[in-house]
């Protein structure tokens, strides 16, 4: 059975941090298959910053107040859902 690995960092809301962890393929080439980002950073309509590597899942509250989102989570996209 292949293990599930997460990475959880507090971005502190820097763009070039968060786009930094998520653009290169360093926690893909470590087999990271989710991160959990504190603190992203967010754009002033509440999107977050993404790569083609990584589908973003906002927590269910975002969609009513997406600037006071705390967190967001990551899932490496070529993850195998049937674990």
């Not at 603190?39 to 006071?68: C, M, Q, V």
């Not at 990551?74 to 993850?79: E, F, G, P, V």
């Amino acid at each position: 059975m292949d293990k599930l690995s997460i990475w959880q960092q507090n971005i502190n809301k820097s763009p070039s941090c968060q786009h930094d962890i998520i653009s290169n393929k360093r926690l893909v080439t470590k087999g990271i298959n989710f991160i959990a980002l504190q603190e992203p950073a967010l754009s002033g309509s509440g999107l977050t910053i993404a790569s083609r590597d990584w589908i973003t899942i906002y927590p269910s509250s975002h969609t009513n107040n997406p600037l006071k989102t705390r967190s967001i989570t990551l899932i490496r996209a070529d993850t195998n859902s049937e674990r």
